[in-house]
């Protein structure tokens, strides 16, 4: 079965750090661009960070920029998500995803991305 399985989740105070990962099983992800996305209750679903399949690109949303670092392991095929200066507002699901396979380049658009995990859930309490 292929799929990707996020873990490092939890519950941290203001000001805390996460460390998020992502592992793949089934199937090599490792020349896929990957990107992590959250779900706060009642929102949607939006970007958070992304990283090209080589590792050399990132990209990252406004609000997590300079706190947030996305990076990968491509010989364990694991996506990384380091959360520092954690926010009450970061509180949500966190869920990875891979999809697309052009070198150099990594994607914000939920649609560029073939495959998701479950998600983990990430609670800031303040």
């Known amino acids: 079965q292929v799929q990707l399985v996020e873990s490092g989740g939890g519950l941290v105070q203001a000001g805390g750090s996460l460390r998020l990962s992502c592992a793949a099983s089934?199937?090599?992800?490792?020349?896929?661009?990957k990107g992590w996305f959250r779900q706060a209750p009642g929102k949607e679903r939006e970007f958070v960070a992304a990283?090209?399949?080589?590792?050399?690109?990132?990209g990252y949303s406004d609000s997590v920029k300079g706190r947030f670092t996305i990076s990968r392991d491509n010989a364990k095929d694991i996506l990384y998500l380091q959360m520092n200066s954690l926010k009450p507002e970061d509180t949500a699901v966190y869920y990875c995803?891979?999809?697309?396979?052009?070198?150099?380049?990594?994607?914000?658009?939920?649609?560029?991305?073939?495959?998701w995990g479950q998600g983990t859930q990430v609670t800031v309490s303040s």
């Open positions: 089934g199937r090599t992800f490792s020349n896929y661009a």
């Open positions: 995803a891979a999809g697309g396979v052009a070198y150099g380049v990594w994607y914000r658009a939920e649609e560029r991305y073939d495959y």
């Open positions: 990283i090209s399949w080589g590792g050399a690109n990132t």
